[in-house]
């Protein structure tokens, strides 16, 4: 990792798409698993403020660091380690979580867990969403649904809006797609649908690897039947993510993979839509 790491940046970020690695690396191993266990402590790669696109209204986003998957078109692979984000006491990130309190009352806005993968710190996620429904703030997390079963019942309540990301249809393109089984997804989503909690899917269109109709198709139907889904959301790949492959030195399958042409966004979306969801 040498050469890419610097002096501590603030936890606020311009962008996700700031490359942070190591940050979190003078934590010994046994503080990380007390933090992991009681949420006293969290890893954020950024919060970052004014985005429009993740969740409704405008959001501060909190990108949490840790992931399970290895989704071979992830935009953040520097995410995937929870030491490369910076070690904040739940204390701090609530307090700065505060300051964003009237701005997104009035822009009808709140805050959105992302990551990463935010359930990979479930204990300190549950404290900031708690945190945050105190201050009267919406909440939202975008998760990949894996580590669901670790939010008991009570504490889903404190999540306004989930938005889930499904990858693609069928457990081998799933796990070829992202490492992992897809059941836990689709679980999470039916859970969530049984308890008529509001839902977004998250969509990303990759040419020549979520592309195929039938599988868009299948994944419409299954949003369709669980009654809980507010909105999906078909999100064009882009590359802007490829240089923290090659920074990180890892292998990046997509380098040659183009974003979706608008053409190829809108028969998407069309397909959602056919079955009667509002996409966009
Ligand atoms: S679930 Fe999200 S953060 Fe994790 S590998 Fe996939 S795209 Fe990246």
């Known amino acids: 990792m040498s050469g890419v790491t610097g002096t501590q940046p603030s936890l606020e970020a311009a962008s996700p798409f700031d490359l942070r690695v190591d940050l979190g690396n003078d934590v010994p191993e046994t503080d990380v698993r007390t933090a992991l266990a009681n949420g006293d402590m969290g890893f954020l790669h950024s919060f970052t403020t004014g985005s429009a696109v993740d969740g409704p209204g405008v959001r501060v986003v909190a990108w949490t660091t840790g992931c399970m998957w290895r989704c071979l078109y992830c935009h953040n692979p520097d995410t995937w380690t929870m030491r490369n984000g910076i070690p904040v006491a739940v204390s701090r990130a609530i307090e700065e979580l505060r300051k964003y309190r009237t701005g997104l009352k009035v822009m009808a806005g709140g805050v959105t867990f992302s990551g990463g993968e935010p359930l990979m710190q479930d204990r300190f996620i549950v404290k900031m969403l708690a945190a945050a429904k105190g201050m009267g703030i919406h909440t939202t997390i975008e998760t990949n649904g894996y580590l669901s079963e670790r939010l008991s019942d009570a504490e889903l309540d404190s999540i306004d809006l989930v938005m889930l990301g499904i990858k693609t249809w069928g457990n081998e393109k799933h796990k070829m797609l992202t490492g992992r089984d897809i059941d836990p997804t689709l679980n999470f989503a039916r859970r969530l649908a049984a308890r008529k909690q509001p839902m977004w899917v998250r969509f990303v ?36 993510g490829r240089y923290k492959w090659e920074r990180l030195g890892m292998r990046y399958a997509l380098d040659a993979t183009e974003s979706p042409t608008v053409e190829a966004c809108e028969r998407a979306v069309e397909i959602f839509r056919s079955e009667g969801l509002a996409a966009h």
Do not use: Y
């Open 205 to 240: 269109l990759v040419p020549n690897l979520t592309d195929d109709p039938d599988d868009i198709r299948n994944i419409a139907r299954f949003a369709t039947e669980l009654g809980n889904v507010e909105r999906i959301d078909v999100l064009p790949f882009h590359q802007m």
